[in-house]
T-cell receptor, first 109, second 116 residues
Framework: GQNIDQPTEMTATEGAIVQINCTYQ??????LFWYQQHAGEAPTFLSY??LDGLEEKGRFSSFLSRSKGYSYLLLKELQMKDSASYLC??????????WGAGTKLIIKP | GAVVSQHPSWVICKSGTSVKIECRSL??????MFWYRQFPKQSLMLMAT?????????EQGVEKDKFLINHASLTLSTLTVTSAHPEDSSFYIC????????????FGPGTRLTVL
């Protein structure tokens, strides 16, 4: 079957760094997306990885290891507005995104 | 990035009535549109995938006669919830992509449906 595993909730301090891990099992693989979703809003795109390694985009970086079925999202210099859910979504062989429940990130002053 | 709009943003209706939700890609042609439903504190659940000019492909467990999807043009898809019931109350989100296979999905802002 297809499966996503992320921590349900994480807490971090403003200005700090946090890493959100994701392991996945899919039927085929066509890359992995990270989305941010604020409460009551639709997801917004953060990053896409299809090759192994680290992709850096400003304060956010995403890493992928296809052989391990593992990805992480790294958020630096945390701001209060980063409080949201972070969704790891791999794309399967049918180019369909597989969604988990996401990780709720709480930022404290 | 590309912009996708949804209308209405929220709707309250009586049980037994039908509700239509529109999803529009404003600055690109959306070959494929996706309809999701999300209950509080749960993951996005894909309901159906629609390609312009063809019938939608529904996920297992989603009633195609209850959730009517029309993708008549490259910029517009509609979801009609027929004979709505309170259990249909949810957050409905559409997304659109410009390609037939991989392409980033751009999400609309969502429609919150409450059925009384």
């Amino acid at each position: 079957g297809q499966n996503i595993d992320q921590p349900t909730e994480m807490t971090a301090t403003e200005g700090a760094i946090v890493q959100i891990n994701c392991t996945y099992q899919t039927s085929g693989f066509n890359g992995l997306f990270w989305y941010q979703q604020h409460a009551g809003e639709a997801p917004t795109f953060l990053s896409y990885n299809v090759l192994d390694g680290l992709e850096e985009k400003g304060r956010f970086s995403s890493f992928l290891s296809r052989s391990k079925g593992y990805s992480y999202l790294l958020l630096k210099e945390l701001q209060m507005k980063d409080s949201a859910s972070y969704l790891c979504a791999p794309m399967d062989s049918n180019y369909q995104l597989i969604w988990g429940a996401g990780t709720k990130l709480i930022i404290k002053p | 990035g590309a912009v996708v709009s949804q209308h209405p943003s929220w709707v309250i209706c009586k049980s037994g009535t039908s509700v239509k939700i529109e999803c529009r890609s404003l600055d690109f042609q959306a070959t494929t549109m996706f309809w999701y439903r999300q209950f509080p504190k749960q993951s996005l659940m894909l309901m159906a995938t629609s390609n312009e000019g063809s019938k939608a492909t529904y996920e297992q467990g989603v009633e195609k006669d209850k959730f009517l999807i029309n993708h008549a043009s490259l910029t517009l898809s509609t979801l009609t919830v027929t004979s709505a019931h309170p259990e249909d109350s949810s957050f409905y989100i559409c997304s659109a992509s410009a390609g037939a296979d991989y392409n980033e999905q751009f999400f609309g802002p969502g429609t919150r449906l409450t059925v009384l």
